[in-house]
């Protein structure tokens, strides 16, 4: 009993100590293409005769890491953002980090790790009310990218890629990261043409269950992001 | 003085987590559940909660289906009459539609193991366009409007404001009170009552030629195999395989519990069988033989008709009234 009230004490002097020592550390996603910003419903053109149109855009964002001279020192924890086209305050991260931390590099994983795959219903951006969770097979859609192009061979031109799976061989998460100086916040441009310009529309016009082309896929979306 | 304050305040908080609750409980000689308890510890409240969602047509796009038009109290929480689900507006799935029972053992889902947690189980059938044809967040939607949500959500998690995170823990809880364990089959194993000679010949033939699959206590191993039956044609049912894309798990489906066999007809992943002896026969002499075959199976089983008829007499010593007839399970009415 006696050492549950020292450690009560502990707690309570240690979560003071740091709230002292924090700041806060916003990420700023900002979809773009072409380097305009991205609106749903807008006809992008993207070759001489094909035209894009996206109705559907938003992923996860998980496990932010910051690291230093390759070690891990800092991690933001809980930290599952679901980053939502339509929702324009979903695209600042925040979190804190200790004030005086020294770091060169940043990585975050987009998409949601095996372990919180497997743990059943969680609330908040992972809460299955996010169209985030497939349904007919367990497992979180770690991005989701829908729209329409005049060369997509599907009915009407439609595309739909719902990446996601997390067991073994078909783990889509993909991890990113960027050298970077220290600073209080990171412009972090998510350049869909980026991605776009890597997909064969006339070959690939839907991916909607964990297997090998979500991963490919996974790795062409990793293009997307461009620290400022 | 300050002390003292604190060592209250831990006490209580202490208490707060102790508190015993007769909602669950792990039967004599089982195994330890695999349910995290921790992320959704149960309480009275939360129970009658899910006990309310599991029985509410709110679930079905058209309010016209619950949880329970295929999952009934009194046949083990399996569909009766239909050897495959039967879903909204007369629409028919593709399975049969499993008993929910000692769940919190359970590692997997369905009968292809698609489902990886009990929490998220329940959107499978929720969101099938043969079953209920329902969005989560249209249920939350739903929920969220209903007068006796609100007081049953605040009653349960102390807010009244319906999430889906909530809905499916509160859908968990009350299926994890589904423990059938006081067969009589349980009685004979704790001395409390005893086999008639042919039951017991049927457990004897039962744990040479069954046990290996449907392993005591929870007469399932809890695996996935390939039981010998010849692919149906009009369904194409090639279970396992479609999740791993692995091509050792063609064929495969979970090996379903013997608990409550009694109540739980039809048998099998497409309920092909109505009758127990049925599903002997085919053991016996209609194993149709592939590479995926279960190990038991792939040399022949050999039963008389006497024997048979004692294995079928062993396998009615599952059959738990207590659990079926239990009011705790059944509709919730008006307190």
């Not at chain 2, 009685?187 to 017991?200: I, N, P, R, S, Y």
């Not at chain 2, 049927?202 to 039956?229: D, I, M, R």
Request: net charge neutral.
């Amino acid at each position: 009993m006696k050492l549950l009230i020292v450690v009560f004490f502990f707690l309570i002097a240690q979560t003071k100590l740091m709230s002292q020592e924090m700041e806060t550390m916003e990420i700023n996603f900002e979809p773009t293409f072409h380097s305009k910003q991205l609106n749903l419903n807008q006809y992008y053109v993207i070759s001489k005769n094909d035209s894009i149109q996206f109705t559907t855009f938003k992923f996860y964002i998980s496990n932010i890491e910051l690291i230093n001279e390759n070690k891990i020192v800092w991690k933001v924890n809980p930290g599952f953002y679901l980053i939502d086209i339509e929702d324009t305050n979903s695209f600042k991260v925040k979190s804190f980090i200790p004030r005086n931390l020294e770091f060169d590099k940043i990585a975050f994983d987009l998409g949601i790790d095996s372990l919180t795959n497997v743990s059943g219903a969680i609330g908040g951006a992972l809460d299955p009310t996010k169209g985030m969770y497939w349904t007919w097979q367990s497992g979180y859609i770690n991005l989701k990218l829908e729209g329409n192009c005049k060369s997509s061979s599907a009915e009407e031109n439609e595309f739909v890629f719902h990446l996601g799976g997390y067991q073994s061989p078909f783990a889509a998460i993909q991890k990113i990261s960027f050298q970077t100086n220290k600073q209080a916040t990171f412009q972090m441009e998510v350049e869909l043409s980026n991605w776009i310009s890597e997909i064969d529309f006339q070959h690939t016009k839907s991916i909607m269950s964990p297997r090998k082309e979500a991963i490919e896929m996974a790795i062409k979306a990793t293009k997307m992001f461009v620290v400022k | 003085m300050r002390y003292l304050l604190y060592f209250l305040f831990l006490s209580v908080f202490f208490s707060f987590f102790e508190k015993e609750n007769n909602l669950f409980y792990v039967p004599q000689n089982w195994p330890k559940p695999v349910y995290n308890f921790k992320n959704n510890p149960l309480s009275k409240e939360k129970v009658y909660l899910g006990r309310n969602l599991f029985y509410d047509p709110i679930l079905s796009r058209d309010n016209s289906i619950s949880c329970a038009s295929c999952h009934s109290p009194f046949n083990a929480f399996t569909h009766v009459d239909h050897n495959l689900s039967h879903g909204i507006e007369d629409r028919i799935g593709t399975r049969n539609s499993p008993t929910l029972m000692n769940l919190a053992w359970h590692q997997s889902f369905m009968w292809d193991g698609a489902i990886n947690h009990l929490d998220m189980q329940a959107l499978a059938p929720i969101s099938h366009r043969d079953e209920m044809d329902e969005k989560i967040e249209n249920i939350v939607l739903k929920i969220n409007q209903s007068s006796k949500y609100k007081s049953l959500f605040f009653n349960a998690f102390g807010d009244s404001v319906a999430t889906g995170e909530k809905t499916l823990k509160a859908i968990s809880q009350f299926m994890l009170t589904l423990i059938s364990a006081n067969s009589k089959y349980d009685l004979v194993k704790q001395h409390k009552a005893k086999f008639t000679a042919q039951e017991k010949n049927g457990y004897k033939l039962f744990q040479k030629h069954c046990a290996s699959c449907h392993q005591e206590p929870l007469f399932t191993n809890l695996k996935f195999e390939n039981n010998g039956l010849k692919v149906d044609p009009k369904l194409n049912d090639f279970g396992r395989v479609k999740i791993t894309q692995n091509p050792n798990d063609s064929l495969k489906f979970k090996v379903p519990t013997l608990r409550n066999i009694e109540f739980s007809f039809p048998y099998m992943h497409d309920g092909r069988f109505k009758k127990l002896n049925q599903v002997l026969n085919h053991y016996t002499s209609e194993i149709h033989d592939s590479p995926t075959l279960s190990e038991g199976l792939k040399k022949p089983i050999h039963l008389t008709s006497n024997e048979k008829v004692d294995v079928i007499a062993f396998l009615l010593t599952l059959t738990d009234k207590e659990f079926l007839f239990n009011p705790a399970h059944g509709f919730p009415r008006e307190k």
